[in-house]
């Protein structure tokens, strides 16, 4: 009775036993990444190298970003496909503002996150209103989206971004901490309050976990679903807006298979696909394992074509476990 | 009757968590006989019927057929014996043939090896078995085009082609025309002319006593009686089905004030029809009934659950309107549904967050922080106030017992401080003492104030808690008691008192809720 309390409350404080902590999602993770450290810093010591180290935070930081926002749509029992292109075409259309329209930054980037906002919202509407699963409305965008790229940019890049712009991708606080991980800690940190603190992410769980006992308490539950699309479409338009600054420019093909490595990322990190279970640091640790695999499979030199294949397995393991931990508790 | 039975159930007894389901029962049907088989809803009628056709296990007890034990462990088994069951929802294959229905797995073959199916073959065959119960359908016609009437009679032709010496049927009338009841009466007299036994179970008297040779009476899981046809009538049944001790559950004396919630002329496109009733505060107001007569969705249209198509609803003496679970929240209202895991609770949370989900703004600050201090206090208040039994209010409540689930779906409502309570069936599946601490709970709510409206299909519930008690039947009230002039058997009449049945039947099939696809 004790024990299968701590294992189903992933949101709350570990227990104080050694054992208790190994119960926890996040602690085993953590244990894996430092784990993969060192293995990799064994194989190549550039690997912890401060360039490489550099690197690989940035590319972290911006997967994290992508996974806290489909963590959301996950959490009330959802998912978001669209991800992967909506991050192209944030970055096409914030290059495309700015170079076509010769829109300041500051407002290239509101219009871009206001489309992302939109289209979040036309997800949300789709889901709770026509009851459609998150699936189809969202595939739907991913093949909407990767096309409006195409016509907008003729397949071509969008170049020449303003230096300012860049920096946003490609600058550093103090010369060492990347800008985009600050976002990363930025966006980290509201969701974390939302979802932990605040009564509206109490709802999203309670959405998530229950959608009709919510809504008979008196929850709005429409609402709340509808904005976990919206946060999930506007945090990938604002990976696309970083990754567009990183290159200096709005590439159709930018965020091609995002999707895959947001989704893992949740669901290696405990968010259950069923909904209603996880939290933003399982998300974040689980970006991380992703983010520290994949730069490694470059320093190790794996043939690059293998890696899809091993952040599939991973994902297959994942949510094998989120299966399997179900099934023992019915 | 000194013939052998063709099949003999002797002291069968069947435990669910919480229940004695079935309690030493014998039961037997003798060849070619139409046995009706009554009881209150949770008599064990059901149970019983599911042990002889394979879906449920028995914990004791031996069944005989043709006066030999036989074990039936599966409904594939029973099957085999020659038992056969009509479901209310019916097993066809709604885009198949009648004929391939009929001989579904079982297909003359034109040439054996090849497995081609010889349908031509399979059409007669099947026109034939239904010629020989007096049914005219062509084979080749889709099922998912015939109604529901036609649709059990295939059913049963098919059961018939199987060589079925049993058929039980459960409430196959509840969906049927009273031109398409007489039909079925007509088929099962046929088949009792063949030998055929059927055990029918309905809960309309009316029409039940017009075709059985035999009445067996269950009542809260034993057997009450037999009545021969000729010794049967409604009030001899009825006296039957409730005739029992009452006064388990007496509701404390509380100050009946105002009128908390007026509902009228309540109809809604979920089946009720014109439903008017009051409750007051600290009244406790029963609405009794058969399940499926309307109670629950009477409820639903209070709760926003369901659309109303008229009526109005006061509360406290102001007309509302309520469009959403939402708006009957804020106006008051607090609903501890029958279904509990599904429309109570979110089984993944913990006691706390469920204790407060009705109420977290009310309890968060300007920054939309949820008050952690408060929420611990007013989880700890409600987990004393209403002795929840659990480790602490972190506990996730999925590991809590049914009675302490049903605690915590309460104490969400109390937190509320609602006006209005309305609780479906508050004591079902929850054990002998947490159904008393329950009950002392609702008059103590009622002494405070809080008016409830307790729909339940027990009757002692209705007896001993009520302070008046509306019953249902069809989806209108077809009768008002006071406390003081309650009387089982008047109730029962009331809950029984269908209408004539041509009047009533919906457009059937269509109209129900089109399954949601993911």
């Not at chain 1, 946003?168 to 603190?197: A, D, H, K, M, T």
């Not at chain 1, 539950?221 to 600054?245: E, F, K, N, P, W």
């Amino acid at each position: 009775m004790k024990t299968s309390a701590v294992t189903t409350q992933p949101r709350v404080g570990p227990g104080g036993t050694v054992r208790g902590w190994f119960k926890h999602t996040e602690v085993v993770l953590f244990l894996v990444i430092v784990l993969l450290m060192v293995l990799g810093g064994i194989a190549n010591p550039r690997f912890l190298g401060i360039e490489n180290l550099k690197i690989m935070t940035r590319d972290i930081a911006i997967l994290g970003i992508a996974s806290v926002g489909v963590g959301f749509v996950i959490l009330t029992g959802g998912i978001d496909l669209s991800v992967g292109s909506i991050i192209g075409l944030g970055g096409v259309m914030s290059a495309y503002f700015m170079m076509k329209w010769g829109l300041p930054i500051w407002l290239s980037i509101i219009l871009t996150l206001g489309l992302g906002f939109l289209i979040g919202l036309y997800h949300g509407t789709f889901v709770t209103k026509l009851h459609m699963h998150g699936f189809l409305i969202t595939l739907v965008t991913m093949g909407l989206a990767r096309g409006a790229i195409l016509v907008i940019t003729n397949a071509f890049p969008i170049t020449g971004l303003p230096y300012g712009f860049n920096a946003i991708g490609q600058g550093y606080l103090f010369n060492l901490i990347p800008i985009p991980v600050l976002i990363c800690i930025g966006v980290g940190g509201v969701s974390y309050y939302l979802l932990r603190y605040s009564y509206i992410g109490r709802q999203i769980y309670a959405a998530g976990g229950n959608s009709e006992a919510a809504r008979f308490s008196g929850v709005n539950v429409d609402a709340r679903v509808s904005l976990t699309y919206i946060i999930s479409v506007m945090c990938a338009s604002t990976v696309g807006i970083i990754q567009a600054a990183r290159m200096s420019l709005g590439h159709p093909g930018a965020g091609e298979g995002y999707e895959l490595l947001a989704i893992t990322a949740c669901i290696l990190g405990g968010v259950s696909f069923m909904g209603g279970e996880g939290g933003v640091p399982g998300m974040l640790i689980g970006a991380i394992l992703i983010g520290t695999l994949q730069n490694e499979m470059v320093m190790v030199n794996i043939n690059p074509y293998w890696h899809k294949i091993v952040i599939s397995l991973v994902l297959l393991a994942a949510v094998t476990f989120d299966y399997v931990r179900r099934q023992r508790r019915t | 009757m000194d013939a052998q039975p063709l099949v003999r159930m002797e002291k069968i007894s069947k435990h669910f968590p919480g229940v004695l389901a079935l309690d030493n029962v014998d039961f037997e049907v003798y060849p070619g006989e139409i046995l009706g088989f009554m009881g209150e809803n949770g008599a064990g009628k059901s149970t019983l019927v599911k042990i002889l056709s394979g879906v449920y296990s028995k914990d004791q007890g031996t069944i005989w057929w043709q006066g030999k034990p036989v074990e039936i462990h599966s409904p594939h088994e029973a099957q085999d014996v020659g038992i056969t069951t009509i479901y209310q929802e019916l097993a066809l294959v709604p885009h198949l043939s009648v004929a391939e229905n009929i001989f579904l797995n079982r297909e003359p073959r034109r040439i054996s090896q090849i497995g081609l199916v010889d349908f031509g073959k399979q059409e007669r065959m099947a026109e034939q078995i239904m010629a020989d119960l007096g049914l005219k359908l062509p084979g080749n016609r889709l099922v998912k085009q015939l109604t529901v009437a036609a649709q059990q009679m295939v059913e049963i032709a098919k059961a018939i082609s199987r060589n079925a010496n049993l058929i039980l049927m459960d409430e196959p009338t509840s969906a049927l025309s009273s031109r398409e009841v007489s039909a079925l009466f007509d088929l099962m007299r046929r088949l009792k002319e063949k030998g055929v036994s059927v055990v029918f179970i309905s809960h309309r008297l009316e029409e039940i006593l017009t075709v059985v040779d035999r009445i067996i009476v269950m009542r809260d899981g034993r057997r009450v009686g037999t009545l021969q046809r000729e010794e049967a009538t409604q009030a001899s049944i009825i006296r039957m089905m409730v005739g029992r001790e009452v006064g388990l559950f007496p509701k404390q004396e509380a100050k009946i004030g105002e009128p908390v919630l007026e509902v009228r002329g309540l109809a809604g496109n979920n089946g009720v029809k014109d439903v008017s009733l009051t409750v007051r505060k600290g009244e406790i107001v029963g609405l009794a009934g058969l399940i499926g007569a309307g109670r629950t969705e009477v409820a639903r249209l209070v709760c926003g659950a369901d659309h109303l198509t008229s009526g109005t609803l006061l509360i406290d003496g102001k007309e509302v309107k309520i469009d959403n679970p939402r708006d009957a929240v804020s106006s008051g209202i607090g609903w501890v549904p029958e279904d509990r895991k599904q429309h109570g609770l979110v089984l993944g949370m913990t006691v706390k967050e469920n204790i407060t989900l009705a109420i977290l703004r009310r309890i968060s600050n300007m920054l939309g922080a949820v008050g952690a201090a408060d929420e611990r206090d007013i989880s700890n208040n409600f987990i004393k106030a209403l002795s929840i039994s659990t480790p602490g209010m972190d506990q996730t409540v999925r590991n809590l017992s049914g009675g302490n689930q049903q605690k915590v779906v309460l104490a969400k409502w109390l937190a509320a401080r609602p006006k209005l309570l309305i609780m479906d069936e508050p004591t079902r599946g929850i054990d002998v003492g947490a159904k008393a601490e329950v009950h002392a709970l609702m008059s103590r709510l009622a002494q405070d104030g809080i008016g409830i409206l307790m729909i339940s299909s027990e009757m002692p519930e209705i007896m001993g808690m009520s302070d008046r008690v509306f019953v249902m039947c069809q989806g209108r009230v077809t009768g008002e008691f006071e406390r003081g002039h309650l009387d089982q058997e008047e109730i029962m009449t009331c809950a029984t008192k269908f209408l004539a049945l041509d009047a009533v039947v919906e457009p059937a099939a269509d109209d129900r809720p089109t399954p949601r696809y993911i």
